[in-house]
């Protein structure tokens, strides 16, 4: 098999690439028909895909070239919290048994490999902290307004950071309730008080996009917790205008007479709505707090190539013309600090082929500043009804291998916490080992890559006798807003590296949470090693190495 070559994509021609697009289709790709867009239903309508309706069998070797290290990645987790789809697991839980949940899923995010969690925090016009504009989220107590005893978005934080996790707020910005009737809401809730901001349809209550006093309350929601909370990140998802629904149109023709000057096109004018809320909430974002990065996660494909030149080799939905967000635009305009795509289709889909849509979106960030995250669908891994590719374990691998001869690819996201738990047939685990065998920073963006960088830290080393393991004592000086290192970033090198040692000709085998001091054992180092320990700020800013300790 190899990947359909799409307008504007890269050459697929190098010797390297193909290489391993060959390994990947000894590994068994098959394509599939296409088939009707539809939502998940195991994900509580919460994410929209296309299926396969059918997919041939196929023996499958275990072919995954080698892949050189990086040394650095994004390698985070989607936390949901719509419907209770990850945590909390059911809606009244007291505070303890929360707490209890999300420390457990710090906790194995860690010992997995992620970096960084990226946690819904409004879900549905409601909110995971005392917020002055919306009520507390039911999805926490299981009533809309009930406070859960506790601010759990300052404990999540908190959690994350205390573990060098990066944290991301995670926001819908329009969807108000999984529900068509206002008069369910709490009473006081924004959008019973204004009625004339909301929209009924397909089952859910909207804001309206285009209404320009929803749009500034639904940013103003969002940036009260960005102001009031350490947050690494402001992330959206793929929903801005709702999924249509077949046979009925968004129903907004009143709010296009009375907002749509200047428009004959009303699906123009809807993209140019989603256009400043991107805008808009990027130049907020920044200004409230400049290092936290603005990203989203779009439906994964922008357009088909047979309804733009520019689109991708796909015969899928749209997400330009159907969610009227021009995804690909908001990169090319320097909007977002991130994209990830939801690429939740296995490798030799016909109508939407991960082969020929990480490459697309490889050259749509080329030389921009926006980095690439691809979107996992580990929901999809073993599950009942997918086709034979999601079958075998190997799917996620695969993936992340052609990842690997994309430079532009920075790293991946994976919906959702309980499915990389529950990891059905070990794919997730074959991933790990095949690709996250060796530690990685996080990924510094252009924009912050030049701050200033957290001072060396000192390190002293005691080995064991008889076994000689060795454990590291790290000692941080004062830096940044938090004033003690995020992380520190641990090299062993294999002689005396001199007193001023180049990361080069070390291996980076420990990346451990920062503090004023910390400790990372080294159980069965060479006898002659050396080690020399960088600090690591919150923007992943790394500092010189100490001085070198055995």
Not at 122 to 138: G, I, K, L, N
Not at 150 to 176: I, K, S
Not at 304 to 328: I, K, M, V
Not at 388 to 401: F, I, N, S, Y
Request: include cysteine; hydrophobic fraction near 40%.
């Amino acid at each position: 098999m190899s990947p359909h070559r799409t307008a504007g994509s890269p050459p697929l021609s190098a010797p390297g690439r193909r290489t391993v697009l060959a390994a990947i289709a000894a590994a068994g790709c098959t394509t599939a028909l296409p088939s009707q867009t539809a939502h998940a239903a195991t994900l509580a309508a919460d994410r929209l895909e296309l299926t396969a309706d059918r997919a041939d069998p196929v023996d499958r070797a275990d072919a995954t070239p080698r892949v050189e290290p990086v040394e650095r990645q994004m390698r985070g987790m989607w936390i949901a919290s719509v419907v209770n789809i990850d945590w909390p697991t059911r809606p009244g839980l007291d505070a303890a048994a929360q707490r209890a949940e999300f420390t457990r899923l710090a906790d194995d995010a860690l010992a997995w490999g992620f970096n960084a969690l990226f946690v819904q925090i409004r879900p549905t016009a409601d909110a995971f902290w005392p917020s002055p504009y919306e009520p507390w989220s039911q999805w926490l107590t299981g009533t809309q307004g009930q406070e859960p005893g506790y601010d759990p978005l300052a404990f999540m934080v908190e959690t994350a950071h205390t573990r060098g996790l990066a944290f991301h707020a995670w926001f819908n910005p329009y969807r108000v309730s999984m529900q068509p009737d206002p008069a369910a809401l709490v009473p006081g809730h924004p959008a019973r008080t204004h009625p004339e901001w909301t929209v009924s349809y397909g089952g859910k209550l909207y804001y309206d996009p285009g209404v320009p006093a929803a749009r500034r309350f639904c940013q103003e929601a969002m940036l009260d917790a960005v102001r009031r909370y350490d947050i690494d990140g402001v992330h959206f998802d793929d929903y801005f205008y709702p999924y249509p629904v077949a046979g009925s149109d968004f129903p907004d023709d009143e709010t296009f007479r009375t907002y749509g000057a200047g428009h004959t096109d009303k699906a123009a004018w809807r993209r140019h709505n989603v256009d400043l809320m991107v805008r808009e909430m990027r130049d907020a974002v920044r200004a409230v707090r400049p290092d936290a990065l603005f990203g989203i996660s779009p439906f994964g494909v922008w357009r088909n190539a047979s309804t733009d030149a520019r689109g991708s080799a796909t015969a899928a939905f749209q997400s330009y013309d159907g969610l009227h967000a021009d995804t690909r635009g908001w990169v090319r305009q320097g909007w977002l600090d991130y994209i990830a795509p939801q690429v939740y289709w296995h490798i030799g889909l016909a109508v939407a082929d991960y082969a020929v849509l990480a490459p697309w979106w490889a050259e749509v960030v080329r030389d921009t500043d926006t980095e690439l995250w691809i979107g996992q669908a580990v929901y999809k891994s073993g599950a009942a009804g997918q086709p034979a590719p999601w079958q075998d374990g190997k799917e996620l691998t695969r993936h992340l291998t052609l990842n690997a001869t994309l430079p532009e690819v920075g790293g991946d996201l994976f919906f959702s916490a309980k499915d990389v738990r529950e990891d059905r047939v070990g794919d997730v685990a074959s991933m790990r080992l095949a690709h996250w065998g060796q530690p990685v920073l996080g990924p510094l963006p252009t924009r912050l890559a030049t701050g200033p960088r957290p001072p060396r830290p000192t390190v002293e080393v005691r080995r064991e006798a008889g076994t000689g393991a060795a454990t590291l004592h790290i000692t941080a000086r004062a830096h940044g807003r938090s004033g003690t290192p995020f992380q520190y970033a641990v090299h062993r090198f294999p002689g005396r590296p001199g007193p001023h040692p180049d990361r080069g000709t070390g291996t980076l085998i420990a990346v451990v949470p920062g503090g004023k001091r910390a400790v990372h054992h080294d159980a069965d180092p060479p006898a002659a090693c050396w080690y020399a320990v960088s600090a690591v700020d919150r923007v992943q800013r790394q500092g010189r190495l100490s001085r070198p300790a055995r």
